[in-house]
Structures are given as structure tokens and as C-alpha cells.
């Protein structure tokens, strides 16, 4: 068996720790606002769908808004997790769940394994004019 794909590696691991895991997505209007609008390659219910039928997931909430902070507040999570590949001073919500005595927890990705990049992978390559 093969590496398993960062994202559920993140979740099981995440969820074998905690005593339930909930899991904000974006709707395909906050992904299209913030990586454009060629994105999301999959509809938000098809996304959802994934994540929901994955063991270690409790909850999907969909969020309409850029930042899932309104939902980190409804929600108060003891921890909050992210991807490693942001700082955590910006993490949304950080300060929120660290003021009530949570932890921010930042999580390595596995390389080649976000969409943007498998995208770039998928484009074809230019030749050089002329050649």
C-alpha cells in the first residue's frame, strides 16, 4: 500500500487524538474568490461528500465566507489545525481558540499533493518559439 494522501493522513491523525473532528470547507464561491475562477476543479457537494465518508470525520460544515473564522467561533475548537505551509500568526482564529485555552497545531503537506500543484502538472508544456 502507498503513501496514503496528506489530507487524510492529516485527518485520521488528527481525529485518533480528539473526540471529534470537524472539518470546514469552502463553497465553490469563497474557493473561486481566492484561487480564481478556473477553481475548484470539484463542485463543494462532491468535495463534501469525500471528506464525509472518510471514518475519521464527524462533521462538514460548508462555509460561504473567505475565512472559516465565523465558524471556529460557533464551533470553539480546542484545537485548530492547518496546513504547515502557513505561519502560524496566520492561521484565521488562532488567537480566538488560543484565548480559550486551545492549540493551533500546523501540519506539514505531503509534497505534490495539493490540487494547485497537481493542476500545474496537468498543464501542457510550452515549447519555445521558434523550435
Do not use: C, W
Not at 76 to 93: H, N, S, W
Request: charged residues 30%; aromatic residues 2%; positive net charge.
Amino acid at each position: 500500500m502507498g503513501r496514503r494522501h496528506g489530507r487524510v493522513a492529516t485527518l485520521s491523525s488528527t481525529r485518533r487524538a480528539r473526540d471529534r473532528l470537524v472539518v470546514g470547507l469552502n463553497s465553490d464561491a469563497s474557493t473561486r474568490r481566492l484561487k480564481g475562477k478556473t477553481r475548484p476543479i470539484n463542485p463543494v457537494e462532491g468535495r463534501a461528500e469525500v471528506l464525509a465518508a472518510l471514518e475519521a470525520v464527524d462533521l462538514v460544515v460548508v462555509f460561504e465566507e473567505d475565512t472559516p473564522l465565523e465558524l471556529i467561533k460557533r464551533v470553539q475548537p480546542a484545537v485548530l489545525v492547518k496546513g504547515g505551509d502557513y505561519k502560524r500568526e496566520e492561521v484565521v482564529g488562532r488567537e480566538f481558540v488560543e484565548a480559550a485555552g486551545g492549540e493551533v497545531i500546523l501540519v506539514e503537506p505531503v509534497p505534490g499533493h495539493s490540487t494547485t500543484a497537481i493542476v500545474k502538472r496537468a498543464q501542457p508544456v510550452k515549447e519555445p518559439a521558434g523550435e
